[in-house]
């Protein structure tokens, strides 16, 4: 099975809206993906990379308004 980031995005929003105590945990996967961003060659700019940062933009947006 295969999802997209926008899919993954939505769940997130809808587990911290139903278990805000899971803010946290959620903030702290955000900063790992973000980090990973780091350790990724510039030479793949739409790979794991591109998929890091839009991963923890979209998780860094959860709970917000």
Do not use: K
Not at 41 to 55: F, R, Y
């Amino acid at each position: 099975d295969s999802v997209t980031l926008g899919w993954l995005a939505e769940r997130l929003r809808e587990f911290v809206d139903l278990s805000p105590e899971s803010e946290s945990a959620v903030d702290r996967l955000a900063t790992w993906l973000a980090r990973l961003d780091d350790d990724v060659d510039d030479d793949d700019p739409d790979g794991v990379a591109g998929a890091a940062a839009h991963a923890a933009g979209a998780a860094g947006d959860i709970g917000g308004e």
